[in-house]
């Protein structure tokens, strides 16, 4: 439903540009008397009106999802239809004469200047909704301007010279493409990133809309947020070379993929709680520099990994060390975060799991990762390692299974098991309170998630359905899919599991409070023509930092009013999710770090500031973050001597 509406009204938007712009120009004033509007005028007058309240139509079936919704469309949209209806009544409908009769011309300037608030109402509208807010006002100041010169060239020698009809369209048309040129190039030009920027320079959010200077200087330096219990010798240490290499799909496809010790996945690294991890990245790309990134890890900050904001790329031929303990058991991951668009797709990641310190009794238990990962882009061909078709494994009966499903792409993924009772464990690495055994399962995984699902081997075979390709898991070892009944219900983590305690929940008193809407804007980003999504109609690096204080409660609203998923991920934190649209979360306490805010739907949550630092906080469809979807959260007090940008080897995004 939001979609449809949503979709629909941005259409409504965009199709009264070329309206209204039409109506605008075959405006005539009282130069042919007889001459008045045509057919075709008439018909465009009408489309604005009719689309003006189809617009409003839309607003009001928004309410539903929240006044974030509809109001920001009746404010621009209501004032349009009003201006363009009273414009009909006065202007309009009295010069089309009574019905057979003689139409009067359009006078100059009065009826000449009623169009022009009509026509320049209507596309203020479009562009709140289109191209944002600041637009609309660039939109409202350029057409008075347009129309002021045109009535200081109507009195010009000139405009009479050229008063001929088709010198007239000529003269119209020429203008209008150089005023659209300009302005585009103007936009393309403006949204060019600068060469060097600094995450702490800008203006800061501290809450409640209040806004700061943040400044870059003195303070503590995110280098020296190394840990408090990262001393000693390390009890797990791995090193991840990356590399190319050229990696065959079963489908017979190649790619010339990147990635660490020539695997795809990359190595999982499997640790136990609280040992201390050293991991030694090696660069062998040519020409690209790379990072490593402990997705959902809440580890110090200066072990993040993020180019540009708490360390320089490793330089090809280059190393770094990461050092971390693995104090939170679970699923994780891991990824380059430089370029992360395009790395992460060519494979530079793989699974991180932390195993809890003694698992008693699970010797021969199934324990397996299972990465889904499209190569090239979203709507191409999704794997399972290199296996985009079935894969069986032999699982003898009794067996006890927990399959780890990550997705590493940005779109959600829908995982569907069947063939026996299975629970759901955890989720984004935190286990699930008291989860009930479901009759199969269905799993909408967000971009950047992971959903840990367990069962006991059947008799029968289970099948595992990672949206394409398939794993079979039976005693026998050669099952093939079949049919396997009904599709299992959709999960639904707000209300799976059962409540537990909480160090905090929706009644704790909160320290600072965040929104964040989310916007689907047409415009450039660094020079270029894209979709951009912004944060309070801001992209990166214009978005506020998000401050915060050690030991503050922080409450972040997230409001999408685009009609795609985004998968918002905090670095460095857990989100307990308050509520969903509303309505309190009511199972187990649902922890995240990647949380999927679809279409239409506004989420609360709340997480703890105890982990100093500067923290990405992106939407993980990376080609969302790189076009601008990403803001930071910082403390107060620490700075960053790295910076990003094109004259820089850090480009984050
Ligand atoms: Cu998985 Cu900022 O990333
Ligand atoms: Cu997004």
Redesign the pocket.
């Known amino acids: 439903m939001f979609l449809w509406v949503h979709y629909t009204d941005m259409v409504m938007a965009l199709l009264a540009v070329p309206a209204a712009v039409a109506v605008w120009a075959g405006v005539r004033p009282s130069v042919s008397p007889g001459s008045g509007p045509s057919r075709m005028w008439r018909l465009l007058f009408g489309l604005l009106l009719g689309g003006a309240a189809l617009r409003i139509v839309a607003a009001l079936l928004l309410l539903p999802n929240g006044w974030d919704f509809a109001g920001p469309r009746l404010v621009f949209v209501a004032p349009a239809l009003v201006v363009v209806a009273a414009v009909y009544g006065v202007w309009v409908r009295p010069m089309l004469g009574p019905p057979g009769g003689e139409w009067r011309v359009a006078r100059w300037p009065g009826d000449y200047w009623a169009m022009t608030v009509a026509v320049g109402a209507v596309l203020v509208a479009g562009a709140a909704q289109l191209t944002g807010v600041g637009s609309a006002a660039v939109t409202g100041v350029g057409v008075l301007g347009i129309a002021a010169v045109r009535s200081v060239w109507r009195r010009t020698r000139w405009s009479r010279r050229l008063a001929g009809r088709w010198w007239r369209v000529a003269a119209k048309g020429l203008l209008g493409a150089t005023v659209a040129a300009a302005v585009l190039a103007a936009m393309s030009t403006a949204s060019r990133l600068p060469a060097r920027s600094s995450m702490t320079g800008g203006p800061a959010d501290i809450g409640g809309g209040s806004m700061i200077s943040h400044s870059h200087h003195g303070g503590v330096g995110v280098t020296t947020l190394t840990g408090t219990d990262t001393e000693g010798v390390p009890v797990r240490r791995f090193t991840l070379t990356a590399q190319a290499a050229t990696i065959e799909l079963d489908s017979g496809q190649q790619v010339e993929a990147w990635t660490f010790n020539g695997m795809t996945p990359g190595p999982q690294l499997r640790v136990r709680q609280d040992d201390l991890v050293e991991v030694t990245l090696v660069n062998r790309l040519p020409n690209v520099g790379v990072t490593l990134h402990w997705h959902g890890v809440d580890v110090p900050n200066a072990m993040d990994g993020v180019a540009g904001v708490t360390q320089d790329a490793v330089a090809p031929g280059g190393r770094f060390v990461y050092r971390f303990r693995a104090t939170q058991i679970g699923t994780y991951w891991y990824h380059s975060h430089e370029m992360s668009s395009v790395q992460v797709r060519r494979g530079l990641f793989g699974a991180l799991v932390v195993l809890p310190a003694e698992v008693p009794g699970q010797g021969d238990a199934v324990d397996e990762t299972v990465l889904r990962h499209s190569w090239v882009d979203e709507d191409g061909v999704a794997t399972l390692g290199v296996t985009t078709g079935v894969q069986r494994r032999q699982v003898p009966a009794g067996r006890q299974v927990r399959l780890r499903l990550v997705n590493t792409d940005g779109k959600p993924a829908t995982f569907t098991l069947t063939g026996a009772p299975v629970r759901v464990v955890a989720i984004d690495g935190t286990d699930v309170h008291e989860p009930s055994v479901l009759d199969g399962v269905r799993i909408l995984v967000g971009g950047g998630a992971r959903y840990d699902v367990a069962f006991t081997m059947p008799d029968q075979p289970v099948v595992l359905h990672a949206g394409g390709p398939t794993i079979v898991y039976s005693p026998g070892g050669n099952a093939g899919p079949g049919r396997e009944g009904p599709v299992p219900a959709l999960l639904d983590p707000a209300r799976y599991g059962t409540p537990a305690a909480t160090p905090f929940g929706a009644a704790s008193h909160v320290d600072r409070r965040f929104t964040l809407r989310v916007d689907e804007r047409l415009g450039f980003y660094d020079g270029r023509p894209t979709m951009r999504?912004t944060l309070n109609n801001r992209s990166f690096p214009d978005v506020p930092m998000l401050m915060v204080s050690p030991g503050d409660l922080v409450e972040v609203t997230y409001v999408n009013r685009s009609g795609?998923h985004?998968p918002m991920h905090l670095h460095g934190h857990h989100m307990l999710v308050l509520d969903r649209n509303g309505r309190p979360a009511s199972g187990s306490p649902w922890w995240v770090d990647t949380l999927d805010v679809g279409p239409g739907e506004t989420y609360r949550a709340a997480f703890r500031a105890d982990n100093p630092g500067i923290w990405m906080d992106h939407?993980h469809?990376l080609e969302?973050a790189a076009s601008g979807?990403i803001l930071h959260l910082g403390y107060a007090g620490i700075t960053t001597p790295f910076r990003t940008g094109r004259s820089t080897v850090n480009h984050p995004e």
């Open positions: 999504y795609q985004h939407c469809n969302h979807m």
